[in-house]
């Protein structure tokens, strides 16, 4: 939820709960949102932003220790806005996979790659927009439909003490696994394992 302005002049709320249809995919596949944007402000959202996000952690150890953290975007769509005082269903949102390396978690000693597909809210005017990031992986291996729980923002009354953030991003649910997944090999010869997650939808705090 975001509240727009503060004290007196501030706004009803701003919420988003969205979610992805799986937690893993291969490239080529489709990623497909599903959630609720809620709008009690006066104001009205022209557009949301979806994109696709591939972080990488590069170590180097020679002649000393170093970690960068180069972040880049590699799918980008422009998605449905709301109205004030209106709500829009998420459903139907679709981000394509392009080719792209498959995540990894140490396999390698020198790089990690991790992607996330991060849902934002884009806010008119000099408010901060809403943002909301969803973790997925990247593998060789088809994986049965399975949705992750949703992640939901919540953006408080913007401060305008310059030590406090003008919001606070509290996310629902965490994806949780069961004890029992799937693995594959991709042509590297890296293992790569895949659990699948429980569809438990949890309030948000």
Aim: hydrophobic content about 30%.
């Amino acid at each position: 939820v975001k509240t727009l302005g503060f004290g007196p002049f501030a706004s009803d709320p701003i919420e988003v709960q969205v979610q992805t249809d799986r937690g893993a995919y291969r490239s080529g596949e489709t990623i497909k949102l599903s959630g609720t944007l809620k709008n009690d402000s006066e104001t009205d959202i022209h557009e949301t932003t979806v994109k696709l996000i591939q972080r990488a952690t590069c170590i180097a150890t020679s002649p000393w220790k170093n970690e960068r953290h180069p972040q880049k975007t590699l799918s980008e769509i422009k998605a449905l806005g709301c109205k004030a005082k209106d709500a829009a269903d998420l459903s139907g949102i679709s981000l394509p996979i392009p080719d792209i390396p498959l995540s990894t978690q140490r396999a390698c000693s020198i790089i990690d790659v991790e992607y996330k597909v991060k849902f934002i809210v884009n806010i008119p005017g000099l408010h901060r927009n809403l943002e909301v990031e969803m973790p997925i992986t990247i593998g060789s291996v088809p994986l049965k439909s399975s949705s992750p729980p949703p992640y939901g923002a919540v953006l408080e009354k913007e401060k305008h003490d310059s030590d406090a953030p003008p919001y606070s991003v509290l996310l629902g649910s965490r994806q949780s696994a069961q004890e029992k997944g799937d693995s594959g090999v991709d042509s590297m010869g890296v293992q790569l394992d895949f659990a699948y997650h429980e569809n438990e939808k949890q309030p948000l705090l």
